[in-house]
Nanobody, 123 residues
Framework: QVQLVESGGRLVQAGSSLRLSCAASGRAVSGYALGWFRQRPGKEREVVSG???????YYADSVKGRFTISRDNAKNTVYLQVNSLKSEDTAVYYCASRVGGFYSSDPQNYAAWGQGTQVTVSS
């Protein structure tokens, strides 16, 4: 069973950038689909970005052009570079891993989750 630990979230001003990290242990991140989700205050958890086993990437329309997902197999870590942050990006950000190799936007299709990292954007 894979364990995931997110880090990198903090309070920033609008327009700032952050790099969120998701360190995995117990299983290699290569060869599996991974996703970044977020839960904004009072909202349901929503997908932000994802990565297939073959590194094909996916992004929600709201973050296209601003967020970039990547994977470092040597460090067994997945990253989410978040640029041009807006107040509506304020949320707890989670990474998740699937048993299968293909991305899914449905959180129910992910078996392993991290504890989340808080990103707060002040306007």
């Amino acid at each position: 069973q894979v364990q995931l630990v997110e880090s990198g979230g903090r309070l920033v001003q609008a327009g700032s950038s952050l790099r969120l990290s998701c360190a995995a242990s117990g299983r290699a991140v290569s060869g599996y689909a991974l996703g970044w989700f977020r839960q904004r205050p009072g909202k349901e958890r929503e997908v932000v970005s994802g990565l297939d086993w073959n590194s094909r990437t996916y992004y929600a329309d709201s973050v296209k052009g601003r967020f970039t997902i990547s994977r470092d197999n040597a460090k067994n870590t997945v990253y989410l570079q978040v640029n041009s942050l807006k107040s509506e990006d304020t949320a707890v950000y989670y990474c998740a891993s699937r048993v299968g190799g293909f991305y899914s936007s449905d959180p129910q299709n992910y078996a392993a989750w991290g504890q989340g990292t808080q990103v707060t954007v002040s306007s």
